[in-house]
């Protein structure tokens, strides 16, 4: 059996970092893609605990789950703007604060709202450079025509993601510039911003994520974006499984898949029922090249696991579903534990446990 370990005191912690780097800016917790791993509705409930009442989803069926666990009076906002009718019809049954990142968007949530006679509140969405939804930065007319074309739609906040670009060299602070004279413009033309809330876990741990309301938080609740030493955050989520059996492999004798390594003399092989199908292994890290590659090469020949309270390595690399750990000198028999790290996020067939 695979066991995916989630560890409640880490999260806490990792919730106490962001809060002291957030400041007086309000919380928002992502907690799309079922949480990032970890199932969204049990981390909801434990950030909950915490002291966060606000979160943020990317599908109406993420809100829609957070509302059956429970989180009825909790502020959930919807990230991404549609036009789909049936969208926003569950969107307002849910209460959920819907998102307006174009006219289309702002006119399709109005007449559902106007349909059923009553008020959507909504948040704007600007883009300043990722180039997904939301309206040009650079364009704030656009904007202040919706203020007065959505008789409907209550528009109480105004965000956009900010990408800190550190590792490539991009400098963020004009996108940043940018937002900030935006919400300028509209203030100026008296209209009110509402909640102006910013994202970006990277960024945020970078300061970046300065004269905000609000800050939205994804991976750095589990301690998995890009860290910083000194950052106080902790990886959240480790793997559990059994050894399946062991043997002794032979001097010469070859292993691996992909790549063959052969054995310069006698190991003890412990097997264990998990591989980089399962997740283990396996990096959110979008960058790409060769040494980007050789990064990711080296950092798998250096993986270590433990068999009880010892650290073994691998033999051969990661495989497909099983790996072979080398446990030669080391107690170890079929059915002993051994731990190791994995990104929730990618964790495949594990059940999950909070402990």
């Not at 446990?327 to 402990?355: E, N």
Request: net charge neutral; charged share 25%; glycine share 12%.
């Amino acid at each position: 059996m695979r066991t995916l370990i989630i560890e409640k005191q880490a999260i806490k912690n990792n919730i106490t970092r962001i809060k002291e780097r957030a400041g007086k800016a309000a919380v928002y917790a992502a907690v799309s893609g079922d949480g990032g791993g970890v199932g969204a509705a049990e981390l909801a409930r434990l950030l909950r605990e915490e002291g966060i009442g606000r979160f943020a989803v990317s599908e109406a069926a993420e809100a829609e789950a957070l509302r059956k666990a429970g989180l009825v009076d909790e502020e959930i906002l919807m990230l991404r703007s549609t036009t789909r009718q049936e969208t926003l019809e569950l969107l307002l049954d849910l209460n959920v604060v819907c998102t307006v990142g174009s006219v289309e968007a702002g006119l399709a949530l109005n007449g559902v709202a106007e349909h059923r006679s009553t008020v959507a509140e909504a948040h704007l969405q600007l883009d300043i450079g990722l180039g997904g939804t939301g309206f040009l930065a650079g364009e704030p007319e656009k904007l202040l025509s919706l203020y007065h074309s959505l008789p409907n739609v209550a528009i109480s906040g105004l965000y956009t993601q900010i990408h800190s670009g550190e590792r490539r060299g991009i400098d963020p602070t004009p996108r940043i510039e940018q937002f900030h004279r935006a919400i300028e413009v509209i203030q100026a033309a008296g209209l009110e911003t509402g909640m102006v809330h910013t994202s970006g876990s990277c960024a945020l741990m970078e300061g970046l994520l300065t004269g905000v309301d609000g800050v939205r938080v994804g991976s750095a609740l589990l301690g998995r974006c890009r860290r910083r030493r000194g950052d106080g955050l902790l990886r959240v989520g480790y793997g559990q499984v059994e050894v399946q059996e062991t043997r002794w492999l032979p001097a010469g004798h070859t292993v691996g898949g992909a790549v063959l390594t052969t054995l310069k003399k006698p190991a003890r092989a412990a097997v264990l029922p998990v591989g980089y199908q399962n997740g283990f292994g396996v990096s959110r890290s979008q960058e790409t090249g060769l040494w980007a590659a050789l990064r990711r090469w080296w950092y798998r020949r250096r993986v270590t696991v433990l068999v009880g309270d010892q650290k073994a390595g691998l033999i051969g690399g990661i495989g497909a579903r099983e790996t072979l750990v080398d446990v030669t000198g080391l107690k170890c028999s079929p059915g002993d534990l051994v731990c190791f790290d994995i990104d929730p996020q990618y964790a495949a067939d594990f059940m999950r446990i909070y402990q």
